[in-house]
């Protein structure tokens, strides 16, 4: 994994192992946080190679106002790889945990994809444990009766001991991961550079790490957002890649619209694909601050 400068890495305890956190503490950020005990998460999301490394581009931008805390999630990065399959209360249980040990009090929460998608269950469990909630492409992969389990790869990854072939082949493997990232992750594949690809393999080739991504690409963490998104009260902002592959910007709008009470905000982003804070990160660090703003 590649973190930026300035960044300590930490861990904590959950029920499910050991969860490695990255926090700006060090120089040139050390003077200025002495200032401060605000708190600020950044959640990364779910695919093979996926880890804190997602936000790097974004979170240094807010080290000298807030104490910037990025894990890598359970079964990602530099994280425990415990030899199990994963589903959806394994995460709304140890990012509940992950927050009640490292905030302590109710704090701005920033995540990515299907991670974002299971911190809005979260928040309406625990609602004292957020500030506000800003969110790009929030999606269950299931939303609105679709069922992501039934779909041909999902099934085929669901095969005994090809998933793993093809985890190997496909995920595990500098050119899968360039594959997947300029078809299916970035609008434009001009934007991706060496460095992201070597990020997401150096995560993906962990020990243990194929068995949160296969739980992932069978669709054992997929769930229908909508049936959850009406509980939430928790004021939110919703960043939506226009041309995010897995779930369009539609998806998110009729998302938003279930419940225009708890979010505030809608922005769809144009030539930008799901991971926008990687491929406009300075478009996002502009939108976040914005939204700091407004939600508090």
């Not at 939430?232 to 890649?241: C, Q």
């Not at 991971?275 to 700091?292: D, K």
Request: net charge negative.
């Amino acid at each position: 994994m590649i973190e930026p400068i300035g960044v300590e890495q930490n861990s904590v305890v959950t029920s499910l192992g050991t969860m490695v956190y990255y926090s700006t503490k060090g120089q040139p950020w050390q003077d200025w946080q002495s200032e401060t005990n605000k708190k600020l998460v950044f959640l990364h999301g779910f695919g093979g190679g996926s880890s804190a490394y997602e936000w790097s581009k974004v979170y240094p931008a807010f080290a000298s106002e807030y104490q910037v805390i990025a894990p890598d999630l359970i079964g990602w990065g530099r994280s425990q790889h415990p030899e199990k399959d994963y589903n959806c209360d394994d995460y709304i249980k140890t990012i509940t945990e992950f927050l009640e040990k490292t905030c302590g009090e109710p704090t701005p929460v920033v995540a990515s994809s299907l991670t974002a998608a299971l911190t809005v269950r979260v928040a309406i469990a625990r609602p004292e444990l957020f500030k506000c909630l800003i969110l790009t492409t929030p999606a269950g992969l299931s939303d609105f009766g679709e069922d992501y389990s039934r779909s041909f790869f999902a099934q085929l990854v669901s095969t005994p001991v090809l998933d793993k072939f093809i985890y190997n082949l496909g995920v595990a493997s500098y050119n899968g991961i360039q594959n997947f990232l300029q078809t299916r992750q970035f609008a434009r594949p001009e934007r991706i550079y060496p460095e992201i690809i070597q990020a997401y393999l150096a995560s993906a080739t962990q020990p243990g790490a194929e068995y949160a991504a296969l739980s992932f690409v069978r669709g054992d963490l997929c769930f229908d957002l909508a049936k959850y998104i009406t509980q939430l009260t928790t004021p939110t902002a919703i960043i939506w890649g226009q041309k995010s592959q897995f779930t369009g910007p539609e998806i998110g709008r009729r998302l938003a619209s279930l419940n225009p009470e708890a979010i505030k905000y809608f922005q769809e982003l144009e030539d930008v694909g799901l991971t926008p804070q990687l491929e406009s990160p300075a478009v996002v660090i502009g939108l976040i601050r914005a939204y700091l703003q407004k939600l508090a």
